[in-house]
């Protein structure tokens, strides 16, 4: 705050609640200040302990980040940072923002977070939109109203001002891999504060023993009091960041009119030769696009200061009026224009600024715009700072400028259309309006399966209840969404459904088991009129009633040791009983190329050679058919089909059939058997084997019988469990018709081999 101030004395330290006035007493900007600076500290502290860091009222949230095309609008409303209220009256492109400096083509403004100036809409990416807000400090220069014009010229106080900048982040990370909560090393590089620190002091010197002697060099020498300002010029670390420095606070300021070469008109000259311009000092041209921007302005030095006029020796700049369009301005700085922050080996580290000011910088990090006021008082020759324990002065971290930092969204922007991923406000309702959702009843409940019918619905005998409540209150008409999570069964016939709560103040609904998924959920969420979820979520979950799924402890019982679950101990007690003998059975035959495989049909070898499934109701073990011959196709070929054959048995005509065993490969994925001939065979049934025989005067039609070992094929889980693969045939139709097989295979004795037949044909006929 570059005001004419006397000092700034709040300290939250000292848990001062209230400033008293006293009678007769001298009055004082300070202690005024103050009063407006406990207020203040006392109503953000309880907005935040109420609010959180950020937060919009539910009724009446603003800041929210809309789409049209490619722009980005920002909607009316409130939103607390930090405990502060920012408001934004009406909905506006966010080119249009009131706090952001904008170009003549008003197309051009600085939005992105390196403060750098693009012209909207920015390049394609992945953008974090956020709000960026802070307190200015603005006097009669800034906002004339604030001059009472009957006083006829002098001004009185200033105002604070509440900033609010809604800018970007581009982000390199993947949309997919962002949300509001998301940990970006580029945001906490943006939102970091400064952490380099200055201490200050008045000159100290040798302490003589003789108290009639003053050291002339000890102590502020200057025969008024001031307000010292140090600002940050150029950011930066120690030794590469400069500042500058006021002994009157930076107050001295006056309207920039116009320009002539090196000639600055200007409004005034100052109050006096003390709080005024003149030669040798130097002066900061600037504009509200430097403050609004936290960009240091351009440094000059004065040779004279005549008639309103500021005669500058540019310093190899180039100054141009019409690069400062947004209010211009001029302010007196007492430093020799920019100094470095260092520390220098002479004299501890302190530098010197005038009259037995010093000042001394840590390391770390400075920011343009950071400062420190240090008060200078004539009468005990001293600066007011904090010392410590050892009468030492302490390093304090800057007063200010505090930029505070909120997200609003998470949004992409493909090159000509917005695209909001996420909205990032935290939203509340108002205290008495807060609404509680609790549990009531119909968790945990458990429902038998139809074995006979898994695509039944599984109805669950109590509803799913929750409540809502404000206090100890029901709330009548309050929206709660039932929602399926896991498993495919439906609440009320639907995946999800809202309904309202009643006089009681509780909402329920039906849920609808599937008959397959043993664990499943649903989510109760209360929500508001546009269906957005304002509370952690209820969730119900419910079981299949399944023997297979309760464990068994066999006790004492050796019998049924290796039993894990109460299915298990009922299959070993059924084989010990003489029940059925459980297997692996299959269910049915099909071609990898699509079409069922059928017994006694006709089968196209370009089909057959691409191979076969056989479908079995149990996970098989794959090292029982992988490089093993449990799973094999034998075809049966003529006899004689060959010269010598005829020669030697001295015929010419069929008389027998020669099995011959297929090449392949067989393998076990879950529950299915893949067999498939290898390439030479799939060559030689395709290209010679019904040429050969067609040349010897054979129909070109070949008996195959696909065998599946069912003996030596076992359960993954179960080494007991054998495949039953025994197939029953029967006949559908005249007797012309094929034989048919009935599925699934099995005759209630443990093992058993598959065996079914067909005919390899090459073409349909």
Known sequence: ?????????????????????????????????????????????????????????????????????????????????????????????????????????????????????????????????????????????????????????????????????????????????????????????????????????????????????????????????????????????????????????????????????????????????????????????????????????????????????????????????????????????DSDGEMLISAPVNNDGWLKLEDGVEVKFSTGDYKTGDYWLIPARTAKADVEWEMDDSNNPVFELPKGIKHDYCRLAVSKFDGSTWTIISDCRKLFPPLTEMLNLFYVSGDGQEVMPDVSNFNQLLPLPQLLKVGISNGQHPVVNVLVRFKIKIGNGNVQGNNEIIISTGIDGIASCEWNLDSLTQSQQVEANLVDVNENQIHLPVIFTANLSNAANVSYNPGKCDNLKEAKTVQDAIDILCRMTGGRDPGIHVKGLKLISGSELQNDTEILVQDFIKGIEIVCDANIEQDTVKNRPTCYVTIYLPYPINNADRQLWDMTELVAYQPLVLASSANADNNSIIWKPIDNTSIWLMSRLFQSLVRHKFEPKILARLTVEGNFIWNSKDKDLFLDGELFGFRKGDSNSPTRLRFPSGNDVRGGNLEMWFYLVPEKR
């Open 1 to 333: 705050m570059k005001g004419d101030f006397t000092r700034d004395t709040f300290n939250k330290e000292k848990h001062y609640s209230s400033v008293r006035m006293q009678q007769g007493r001298v009055q004082l900007d300070a202690d005024w200040n103050e009063e407006l600076d406990i207020n203040s500290y006392r109503i953000e502290t309880e907005t935040i302990d109420t609010i959180g860091e950020s937060g919009a009222p539910i009724n009446d949230a603003g800041f929210g980040i809309t789409t049209a095309g490619d722009d980005l609008l920002i909607g009316a409303g409130r939103y607390y940072v930090n405990g502060i209220l920012y408001e934004n009256e009406n909905q506006l492109p966010i080119l249009l923002q009131p706090d952001i400096p904008h170009n003549e083509d008003n197309n051009s403004i600085v939005i992105l977070s390196d403060k750098s100036t693009v012209s909207f809409p920015p390049p394609a990416g992945n953008y974090l939109i956020f709000l960026d807000v802070w307190q200015r400090h603005l006097t009669a220069l800034e906002d004339p109203y604030i001059r009472e014009s009957a006083l006829g010229g002098p001004d009185t106080t200033t105002r604070i001002k509440t900033i609010w900048q809604v800018k970007l982040l581009q982000t390199e990370e993947q949309i997919s891999d962002i949300n509001c909560l998301s940990e970006l090393e580029s945001w906490n590089e943006l939102i970091s504060q400064s952490s380099g620190k200055l201490s200050a002091r008045a000159e100290t010197d040798e302490q003589s023993t003789d108290p009639c002697i003053i050291a002339p060099g000890a102590g502020y020498r200057r025969l008024e009091n001031q307000l010292y300002r140090v600002e940050v010029h150029s950011a930066g670390q120690r030794g590469k960041a400069t500042f500058k420095w006021s002994r009157d606070n930076g107050s001295i300021v006056v309207n920039w009119l116009a320009q002539d070469g090196d000639n600055l008109s200007v409004s005034s000259l100052g109050r006096d030769k003390y709080l005024g311009f003149s030669s040798g000092q130097w002066i900061e041209l600037f504009d509200d696009s430097n403050e609004l921007c936290n960009t240091p302005g351009l440094l000059v030095k004065i040779i004279k200061a005549v008639d309103n006029v500021i005669t500058i020796d540019p310093m190899g700049q180039v100054i141009d009026f019409t690069e400062f369009p947004d209010n211009p301005r001029i302010r007196r700085w």
